[in-house]
């Protein structure tokens, strides 16, 4: 049974992803009082596949040591509890509260907007510290946000940790919520040959012009052994969700080849392992 706490600024999308988690079967609770959570986490009936715990600024409202006390004593007991924290940026929650005429929860303190989510944000500093998902939806919508929630909390269970390799344009932005980010524009890109260009990284041709490239085949191979070494260390230190992002200029061609590649070599050693294509999704 997997035990998470959802948390995230309001405006965000936390809400929208207990509901996602709801549709699967989670008991779902949001705004419960921190002190009630290890009560809660005993009591919960086992024949649901999970149960999700909705905490916001409210719920933390003191010090950062009622958070920790909270996260030490659920780790002495016999539970282990996931936190997947979702936010996004100042200017897209500004705009998400705008657009819908929704009050913020902290202006009732008598705050400006502007003023009650940077306050929100320092009251949830806590929170974000013991994450081992954070999730970024300043560009997703809520059906993209649900698909997330259910492809990386609802992964395969055969891996504690969950790996997502994810391919990217920097045309586009880097992923802000990836835990690592490679830059693959230095190696030669197949976009230059005409022949080329219509195929993606995951065509034969392209991997074929690719894998006669000696700095391609470089560049994966230090990456591969980048990664060996140092996911293990996040696994000893209870991380169950690591985010590897690849770029190149267009998110078509080298980046998908050595995210897929990756993919491939990491799915023997961490079976939870998915992988994601930004701009081929959206294409």
Same mark, same amino acid.
């Given at each position: 049974?997997?035990?998470?706490?959802?948390?995230?600024?309001?405006?965000? =999308?936390?809400?929208?992803?207990?509901? #996602?988690?709801?549709?699967?079967?989670?008991?779902?609770?949001?705004?419960?009082?921190?002190?009630?959570?290890?009560?809660?986490?005993?009591?919960?009936?086992?024949?649901?596949?999970?149960?999700?715990?909705?905490?916001?600024?409210?719920?933390?409202?003191?010090?950062?040591?009622?958070?920790?006390?909270?996260?030490?004593?659920?780790?002495?007991?016999?539970?282990?509890?996931?936190?997947?924290?979702?936010?996004?940026?100042?200017?897209?929650?500004?705009?998400?509260?705008?657009?819908?005429?929704?009050?913020?929860?902290?202006?009732?303190?008598?705050?400006?907007?502007?003023?009650?989510?940077?306050?929100?944000?320092?009251?949830?500093?806590?929170?974000?510290?013991?994450?081992?998902?954070?999730?970024?939806?300043?560009? +997703?919508?809520?059906?993209?946000?649900?698909?997330?929630?259910?492809?990386?909390?609802?992964?395969?269970?055969?891996?504690?940790? /969950?790996?997502?390799?994810? /391919?990217?344009?920097? +045309?586009? =932005? #880097?992923?802000?919520?990836?835990?690592?980010?490679?830059?693959?524009?230095?190696?030669?890109?197949?976009?230059?040959?005409?022949?080329?260009?219509?195929?993606?990284? +995951?065509?034969?041709?392209?991997?074929?012009?690719?894998?006669?490239?000696?700095? #391609?085949?470089?560049?994966?191979?230090?990456?591969?052994?980048?990664?060996?070494?140092?996911?293990?260390?996040?696994?000893?230190?209870?991380?169950?969700?690591?985010?590897? #992002?690849? =770029?190149?200029?267009?998110?078509?061609?080298?980046?998908?080849?050595?995210?897929?590649?990756?993919?491939?070599?990491?799915?023997?050693?961490?079976?939870?392992?998915?992988?994601?294509?930004?701009?081929?999704?959206? /294409?």
């Amino acid at each position: 049974m997997k035990r998470i706490i959802v948390s995230g600024r309001s405006g965000s =999308g936390k809400t929208v992803a207990l509901r #996602a988690l709801e549709d699967q079967g989670f008991y779902c609770v949001d705004n419960i009082p921190i002190k009630l959570i290890p009560a809660l986490l005993d009591q919960i009936d086992s024949h649901y596949p999970g149960l999700a715990i909705g905490i916001d600024a409210r719920n933390v409202t003191h010090t950062s040591e009622e958070f920790d006390s909270l996260i030490k004593q659920i780790r002495q007991s016999k539970f282990q509890l996931d936190v997947v924290f979702i936010d996004a940026n100042d200017t897209t929650l500004l705009k998400r509260f705008s657009e819908t005429r929704r009050r913020h929860p902290l202006t009732t303190e008598g705050l400006s907007l502007s003023e009650a989510i940077q306050l929100e944000k320092e009251r949830l500093e806590p929170v974000t510290r013991y994450a081992q998902l954070v999730i970024d939806t300043t560009s +997703k919508s809520p059906h993209e946000l649900c698909e997330v929630i259910v492809e990386r909390v609802l992964g395969t269970k055969s891996s504690r940790l /969950s790996l997502l390799f994810e /391919s990217f344009g920097f +045309k586009n =932005g #880097a992923p802000n919520d990836a835990d690592f980010v490679f830059d693959a524009r230095c190696l030669p890109n197949p976009y230059w040959e005409e022949k080329l260009r219509p195929y993606t990284g +995951k065509d034969e041709p392209i991997i074929h012009y690719l894998e006669s490239q000696p700095t #391609a085949q470089e560049f994966y191979w230090q990456l591969k052994v980048f990664l060996q070494t140092w996911i293990p260390r996040f696994e000893e230190d209870n991380r169950n969700y690591l985010t590897i #992002a690849i =770029g190149c200029t267009g998110g078509q061609h080298r980046s998908v080849y050595v995210a897929e590649k990756l993919a491939k070599n990491f799915a023997s050693l961490y079976p939870d392992t998915q992988i994601r294509h930004r701009e081929l999704r959206e /294409s």
